[in-house]
């Protein structure tokens, strides 16, 4: 079992457990001196790296050539605008939306949208409940993931992967599930990196929907992640594809950050630049 280092403000790409559980499905990150997981490739037989999810140190070029890596392309995404001298920008900034779990319980609910918020209230009082704990590697939640992508045509984490996670670093993870007499109905799983956590993947059904059962497990789970000592989570970014799922978030509190694009750092190219 993966041992979780101590807590950190560090975003999900760059916790350790998520570069043990790239290991495991037979990916090859690199742990740089100061800490950061640069992730290494090959597609159609070039190399290139990535360093995602990190604003770059200022001595990127000595922690890159310390693995050899100093010739390499590498892809740039900072979680937040930074500098990044010598390199090429490929795409502009998305937007995360992230709730802010220092705030107090009474002062969240209020602040939720009032169609949002009464949906929630409709779930709370329905017959729905509620239980959380650990994932499993072989949850079926995996299997409904995989199988939503596919009819929905949509790219994430292979189920492999999530399942390395959860089977190497288990108390990372907590899945809330919602219950209408004993069956389910809705399911949400939430990884924890740190100071801060991450909505991962969720499934429901029809039933699920009518009840507003997503309402009762998002909200659930973000006062029990800010009874655990988190400051944040993640909601993930917005997708012009899916209005209605960031319409959910923004309502449930998710507040828009601007990220720091996607950046090109490569060595004949920063020499071109710096000419």
């Known amino acids: 079992m993966f041992e979780a280092a101590p807590p950190s403000d560090?975003?999900?790409?760059?916790d350790p457990a998520f570069a043990v559980a790239l290991k495991t499905i037979g990916q090859c990150p690199i742990r740089l001196p100061c800490g950061l997981t640069v992730f290494y490739r090959r597609v159609l037989g070039l190399p290139f790296a990535m360093l995602p999810r990190a604003a770059p140190p200022l001595d990127l070029c000595e922690q890159l050539r310390s693995?050899?890596?100093?010739?390499?392309?590498?892809?740039?995404?900072?979680?937040?605008?930074?500098?990044l001298p010598r390199a090429l920008r490929l795409r502009g900034p998305a937007t995360v939306l992230s709730i802010d779990l220092t705030v107090a319980e009474q002062s969240r609910r209020a602040a939720l949208h009032g169609k949002w918020r009464n949906q929630l209230a409709k779930a709370e009082v329905s017959s729905l409940r509620v239980k959380h704990a650990q994932m499993r590697p072989d949850h079926p939640l995996l299997?409904?993931?995989?199988?939503?992508?596919?009819?929905?045509?949509?790219?994430?984490?292979?189920?492999?992967l999530t399942a390395a996670f959860a089977a190497w670093a288990p108390d990372q993870t907590r899945i809330f599930t919602a219950l209408n007499r004993g069956h389910p109905v809705a399911r949400m799983l939430f990884l924890r990196h740190g100071l801060r956590a991450t909505y991962h993947i969720g499934h429901i059904s029809e039933r699920g929907k009518f009840m507003s059962a997503h309402n009762l497990l998002l909200w659930q789970a973000s006062c029990w992640l800010a009874q655990q000592g988190?400051?944040?989570?993640?909601?993930?970014?917005?997708?012009?594809?899916?209005?209605?799922?960031?319409?959910?978030k923004r309502r449930a509190g998710g507040q828009p950050e601007p990220t720091g694009g996607t950046w090109l750092r490569w060595r004949p190219l920063a020499r071109g630049r710096a000419a």
């Open 230 to 248: 988190h400051t944040g989570l993640d909601l993930g970014l917005e997708d012009p594809a899916t209005p209605g799922l960031t319409r959910f």
């Open 10 to 14: 560090t975003s999900l790409m760059q």
């Open 143 to 160: 299997t409904l993931e995989a199988q939503q992508a596919r009819a929905r045509r949509y790219a994430g984490w292979p189920p492999a």
């Open 67 to 83: 693995q050899g890596l100093q010739n390499v392309p590498l892809i740039l995404s900072p979680e937040a605008p930074c500098q």
